[in-house]
Nanobody, 122 residues
Framework: QVQLVESGGGLVQTGGSLRLSCAAS????????MGWFRQAPGKERDFVAA????????YYADSVKGRFTISRDNAKNAVYLQMNSLKPEDTAVYYC???????????????WGQGTQVTVSS
């Protein structure tokens, strides 16, 4: 059915930038909310950012506000997470997700990607 594939993770130094991509296929997501989450070893999966696909409404976790930007390309069915001023505490596996409601709760999302590793060195 629906497939979400993340890409763009890697190793960067503190203060550097990365741009994550999430490509959606198999279904139209124009009326869905898209979210980014992250999970570090031994920790819960935490909310990062979300947006309503059609209108572009956005919502950010306090920890990334002002540093990360979520955006989308409707023609490509893709969602992006631009990450600037990266810190070691941003190190985690990052996941994209899709669901009906724009929410910070992981259980609100129905579809998930496989994740992409982001490592920020000090």
């Amino acid at each position: 059915q629906v497939q979400l594939v993340e890409s763009g993770g890697g190793l960067v130094q503190t203060g550097g930038s990365l741009r994550l991509s999430c490509a959606a296929s198999g279904r139209t997501f124009n009326n869905y909310a898209m979210g980014w989450f992250r999970q570090a070893p031994g920790k819960e999966r935490d909310f990062v950012a979300a947006m309503r696909w059609s209108v572009g409404s956005t919502y950010y976790a306090d920890s990334v506000k002002g540093r990360f930007t979520i955006s989308r390309d409707n023609a490509k069915n893709a969602v992006y997470l631009q990450m600037n001023s990266l810190k070691p505490e941003d190190t985690a596996v990052y996941y994209c997700a899709a669901g009906i409601y724009m929410s910070s709760a992981p259980h609100s999302y129905d579809y998930w990607g496989q994740g992409t590793q982001v490592t920020v060195s000090s």
